[in-house]
């Protein structure tokens, strides 16, 4: 008995081909030129003078750059810490099929269609003691709210913004996580008599362990740029 092999065809790679010189051209060429930048001193259009990795030694010893680090790092953690378990929640009590369903997950990503700089606008506008309504809520309660003045108070004014706006995407991916879990697993569960944390431990929480790794890389990666 004899078999025929299909010969492969290479030729779709040609396909390709643009899309790779697109990203050649919009990501690789510009790297380059900010790395050959790194290692000259750029006293005019027309002097440079090369001084190797100096710039790098003197950054790796700026205590001022280790403290920004430190402080960009604690931020972006703390940022994950509060709005993947809310993120979670909110997947789960999302109702999973019909009108509701529909009409809740639109109004939950309504935030994610506002651009930055506006969501940055808006909560100015809510700090602020005179017009704001949280401003205006906290002085009410004896609280000294200053996001300007203080800068414990601007960091978790602009955590909380980040969670507002971006709590919704790690819903939206539980979510999708929640849907893609076939109905016999929760029959097994339920047959075995299994609570409702043990389905979720056990059923829900590893179901989702893709989505939310996806959430994790997403969110780190656009919180520390």
């Known amino acids: 008995m004899s078999t025929t092999i299909k010969p492969v065809n290479q030729k779709a790679w040609f396909l390709i081909l643009p899309m790779l010189i697109c990203v050649a051209f919009s990501a690789i060429l510009p790297l380059m030129v900010v790395v050959n930048y790194s290692v000259q001193d750029i006293i005019s259009p027309e002097r440079r003078v090369f001084v190797g990795t100096e710039w790098f030694v003197a950054i790796m010893r700026d205590e001022a750059l280790h403290g920004a680090l430190g402080r960009q790092l604690l931020y972006s953690f703390s940022v994950l810490l509060v709005e993947l378990p809310l993120g979670i929640l909110l997947a789960l009590s999302m109702p999973a099929q019909g009108l509701r369903s529909s009409v809740v997950l639109v109004i939950v990503s309504l935030s994610l269609l506002i651009p930055w700089n506006v969501v940055g606008t808006i909560w100015?506008?809510?700090?602020?003691?005179?017009?704001?309504?949280?401003?205006?809520?906290?002085?009410?309660?004896?609280?000294?709210?200053?996001?300007?003045?203080?800068?414990?108070?601007?960091?978790?004014?602009?955590?909380?913004?980040?969670?507002?706006?971006?709590?919704?995407?790690?819903?939206?991916?539980?979510?999708?996580?929640?849907?893609?879990?076939?109905?016999?697993?929760?029959?097994?569960?339920?047959?075995d008599g299994a609570s409702k944390f043990a389905v979720f431990w056990y059923v829900q929480l590893p179901k989702m362990r893709g989505v939310l790794m996806i959430a994790v890389l997403l969110r780190f990666m656009d919180i520390i740029s």
């Open 124 to 191: 100015q506008i809510f700090g602020r003691t005179d017009i704001g309504l949280m401003g205006a809520a906290l002085q009410g309660l004896g609280i000294e709210y200053s996001y300007t003045g203080n800068a414990t108070h601007a960091w978790l004014t602009v955590l909380l913004m980040d969670v507002w706006h971006w709590t919704p995407l790690v819903a939206l991916l539980g979510y999708a996580g929640l849907r893609s879990i076939p109905d016999a697993y929760y029959q097994a569960a339920s047959i």
